[in-house]
Nanobody
Framework: QVQLVESGGGLVQAGGSLRLSCAAS????????MAWFRQAPGKEREYVGG????????YYADTAKGRFTISRDNARNTVYLQMNSLKPEDAAVYYC?????????????????WGQGTQVTVSS
């Protein structure tokens, strides 16, 4: 199976930037669609965005559009979430997820593998 490990979280000032990484094990990484979700305290886990297996297509939640960028480097088995213009409401635990086939990309149930999450804190 695929093992996912997020990193790059931390404390950042509002308006600042942060890049999260999700390192995946296995040689089949390139065959998986990847996504980022986040969950703030007391909130439902929500979809942030995703990227196709080839990296040719990216998808973003409305709240992320224009500020966040998802990319992947299949040679390094890594997917990234570049977050710019961070807001306090972006604070959450961020999770990466993977699936061979995704029908409904915004659905948590669509994904087969999940990372442990990395905390992002945004100060005002």
């Amino acid at each position: 199976q695929v093992q996912l490990v997020e990193s790059g979280g931390g404390l950042v000032q509002a308006g600042g930037s942060l890049r999260l990484s999700c390192a995946a094990s296995g040689r089949t990484f390139s065959s998986y669609s990847m996504a980022w979700f986040r969950q703030a305290p007391g909130k439902e886990r929500e979809y942030v965005g995703g990227i196709s297996w080839s990296g040719g297509r990216t998808y973003y939640a409305d709240t992320a559009k224009g500020r966040f960028t998802i990319s992947r480097d299949n040679a390094r088995n890594t997917v990234y979430l570049q977050m710019n213009s961070l807001k306090p409401e972006d604070a959450a635990v961020y999770y990466c997820a993977a699936a061979k086939k995704v029908v409904v990309p915004t659905s948590l149930g669509a994904y087969d593998y999940w990372g442990q999450g990395t905390q992002v804190t945004v100060s005002s």
